[in-house]
């Protein structure tokens, strides 16, 4: 990158900044002319100068000028005014021009705002193509929350100064070079006065100011390095709680920000020490003026209209001066920014853009044989890891790689992955050099996976596909506004040397899966998913999570058919207390109170959890269905029990998960309440104290909780609340609820929630897994399977993929790398967090489904047994960097070398 | 049946005849309430024993596999526990538990058994009491049957 700043803003704003220059320029001409107004208003109409006969009149906007040979030329007589209309005249003239030098100043800055901000743009951009760009050995000694910072936080006064850059120099030059001519103008000697101030000041702020510079430098650094550490602690926060280290951390970070407390410190004094300096210097002009200027007037050698008009320019000197000196701060600050982001985004090494180039072409089968010819790799420490090695895998072979502990078989898949770059030697396809490949071919036809799995914190669907999104394959057509703003978008990120590749286009490569457009890519995507045996973990989640009801629209539609056929399923296995359902007229056993009551979802937080029994309408619903005295009988009743049974164990113990009323943090506060409510009237006590109290039975379920308070009476009274409830719903509460209907999706609830449309009986211990086992026959018999799939795709798997198992993270690693289809499929150890034996099963299914229609795909693994190798064509063993046996297994196993050692 | 009878049923176990009822009440209250139709498993012999059940009601048979199939070795009546020597033991289940009739049984966690006996000793104390009454019952009906033999 540009090391200077200067030259980086103008290799990219020339023109941009010479127009603006322009502007400046002409800007200056009005600017002038409202600084010799004040003196003719003065002088003229308010002194009377040349109004000395009443009625006199002065010509007003006469245009005449002195041309040389012809002499004076008038183009205009000018109108002739009298004293008090020349006033409103020149009044009106100095308004027009402090209105086009608002304006001026409204266009200038806007300008310059846009140039900055595309600046900024152009300058981040630049810097992550370039991370993108950078050799892998880099990303082993950067911190990425210090890189992510850099191209966030310390660029971001870049654009602010990029539009300043050329301007304000010209600008607050000139208007200072103008005030200070117009000084001299007036009066040479206090022009003088006035200049030597200014020499001073300009010699000596910014030589106060190199200190600041030191420190501003310093802040950068240690801030940076307080954002990796920052980083650093949030990757690592297992590590710290496991070592008991959250003390050392935050000494460590106490440290550092003490630091910078100081450095900023320093800083401020500085700035403030600088400040009162200049404000000092500015200060001391005007006091000579009066003095040296006012001895003037009285002298008689200086009129009083100069001397105003001398402190009235004077007023427009120190605001551009200081502004000057406070530019060319930001200036040296701001190219220190500069230099230090460049200097950390300067590598060697950089992979060149030709190989990352867009392709939307298919770039073709990778026929050519993949080859390792003296390959030597090393890790960072220099230690090798592979030694000279040679080989070749030809296409459709299979070859497993076995490899000692210290044997390299991993350096050998990273470097077929490019992963790594070898320290001699290299990998060809064919006759080139794979790193020479564009990525267009290699991450398309050559595909990866390893136990280091990192995954994007989006939905597991975006992650498996993730894969396949290389180029943007269809062109979107927008309309209307979309439209325009379409168009700005892409005029936009031209103008900032951005690329206008359409992020909402589709970029999903059907073809490469096997596939023609998103409606047969599901088949794929299900293959693949078999393979690695996570279908049935993904349809878990599908079952465990609320469906997106705008992409999911079938199974909201065919809703009733999956319930009738749930229910016919329990009745004909003579099920049918497994379930029990919703019905609208009739009370659900298995379902809390506060279910029965609601008989719906809470879409919103005011009728959800603790919030219910508080809610003035329902409320009222209660106390109109003669429940709230009922209710409160049985809260107190469970309070009583609840305290009983669980006031003696300690807070964090198992038991409280079986208390569903209140949380074990909240028995101390019931204690009290149950203290002060006993034999107390209900009619006394208060509206909130009554809703805590209620809010215990809305928790309560008979069957499961056992105390004996539900009667059939206070069950019809519930039923009926509920009937009540709905036919009396305000409209503010509309939406706040959805009513279980037997006709309905939930929206808000889970899907397995959807289907059952009841609850599970509470004396059935095997309830839970009996039934997904049924639901999951439904969804298949109903060919509803790749719905419910589809709904647990949706699944976001959180950053860096945490809210997956290890295990998990592997399995959708290895589908994303086989779901493209490629001709050589690298795997690194891929399934190490599973056990032996689904690894096998694992590795099994993906030979077969890599080899699915036909198809003869190169696969290299990397195994974390020997043992595995038997279903591999090729057996290849590694031993301290050297390749020591390859053959087929059952040649080694014959032999006598490492591999049989190993296998036994 | 309500929570309070069923503290009521549990006091009449043996194991349990000793302990103060508060504390049975929090075990009844934290056991599920399990029923069984005549013919299901309760549990099978080799599982891994993680509850031990209590017969409310209903009548249920211990099986155990034999060469020429299951054997029926005992039958389990209201008021009697069944499976608490897995869950002390951490050993598999030694027989099949199968209802005879409609059971209404009490499912108590083995995890939450050994809470309760971690946390109240007097409660352990009781039950150590009674295994050690029932093995001097099993050494004496040994020695009985021994010198039968003889």
Redesign the interface.
Known sequence: MEPSLARYIWTHTKKQQLWILVIVLLSMIPYFMSFDLPKLIVNGPIQGKGFDQPGATQPFMRLHYNLPLIGEVQFFPGFQLDRMTTLFALSLVFLLLVIINGLFKFYINTYKGRLGERMLRRIRFELVDRVLRFPPRYFKRVKSAEVATMVKDEVEPLGGFIGDAFLQPVLLGGQAVTAMLFIVVQNFWLGMIAAVIVLIQIVLIPRMRRRLIVLGRKRQLTARALSGRVGEIVDGIGAVHVHDTSNYERADIADRLGLIFRIRFDLYQWKFMVKFLNNFLAQITPFLFYLVGGYLVIQGRLDVGQLVAVIGAYKDLPGPMKELIDWDQDRQDVQVKYQQVVEQFTVEGLITPRIGALASDDPGPMTNPLSAIGLSMADDGGAMLLDRVSLQVKPGETVALVSTSTGGAEALAEAFARLNWPESGRVASGADDLLELPEAVTGRRMSYASSDVFLFQASLRDNLLYGLKHAPLTSVTYDGAAADQHRWNVHEARRSGNPDLDIHSDWIDYAAAGATGPHDLFDAVRQVLDAVLLSREILDLGLRSSADLTRHTELAGRIVELRAALRTRLEHEGLN?LVVPFEPGAYNKEATIGQNLLFGAAAGSELADKALAANPYFASVLRQAGLDRTLYEMGMNIAEQAI???AD?PPD???FQ?LAFMSAEEIPAYETLLQRLKNRPYETVSENDRAMIVTLSFAYIE??????LLGDELMTKIVAARNRFYEGLPPELQNAVERYDPAKYIAAATVMDNVLFGRLG????DAPDRIRSIVYDIFDELGLYAELLDVGLDFNVGAGGRRLTAGQRQKLDVARALLKRPDFLILNRPLSALDQRVQDKVLQNVLEEARRDGRSPAIVCVVTNPAMAMIFDRVIVFDSGRLVEDGSHETLLAGSGIFKELVS | MLLKDEVGMLQRVPLFSGIESAKLKLLAFTSDRVSYSAGQILFRQGDEGDAAYVILSGKADILVDSDSGPIKVAELLPNSIVGEIAILCNSSRTATVRAASPVEALRIRKDHFLRLMREFPEMTIEMVRVLADRLSHTTADLIDARSANQ
Not at chain 1, 762 to 765: D, E, L
């Open positions: 207390g009983e049974l669980f164990l113990h198992q038991f079986q069957p499961r909780h056992r105390f004996g509470s004396n059935h211990p």
